[in-house]
Nanobody, 117 residues
Framework: QVQLVESGGGLVQPGGSLRLSCAGSGISRSARTMGWFRQAPGKQRELVATITSSGTTNYAESVKGRFIVSGDNVKKTVYLQMTGLKAEDTAVYYC???????????WGQGTQVTVSS
């Protein structure tokens, strides 16, 4: 059974930090691309950051300089270090993996991040 399990979400004050983790299991192939998306209430899901198997990263403009994505495509783990958090970062964060060869896409169940004083 394929699973992506996120952890690390929670409540943090503005300016604070959180580190999200995502671990894949039941996936036989290495990840081609791993990343994080988020969805705030009433809004569409949007890209936050992605990383390829070669280490190339891509960030949404709104998080550049504050968030860092990292991971291991063979172990199928991906992380998101978030600093300088703002109220507008409040959302459910989802990890996503696309594997090599088949380009099958997998999503996690989401973890809530709330930035509030």
């Amino acid at each position: 059974q394929v699973q992506l399990v996120e952890s690390g979400g929670g409540l943090v004050q503005p300016g604070g930090s959180l580190r999200l983790s995502c671990a894949g299991s039941g996936i036989s192939r290495s990840a081609r691309t791993m990343g994080w998306f988020r969805q705030a209430p009433g809004k569409q899901r949007e890209l936050v950051a992605t990383i390829t198997s070669s280490g190339t990263t891509n960030y949404a403009e709104s998080v550049k300089g504050r968030f860092i994505v990292s991971g291991d495509n063979v172990k199928k783990t991906v992380y998101l270090q978030m600093t300088g958090l703002k109220a507008e970062d409040t959302a459910v964060y989802y990890c996503r993996m696309i594997v090599v060869v088949t380009f099958a896409m997998y999503w996690g169940q989401g973890t809530q991040v709330t930035v509030s004083s």
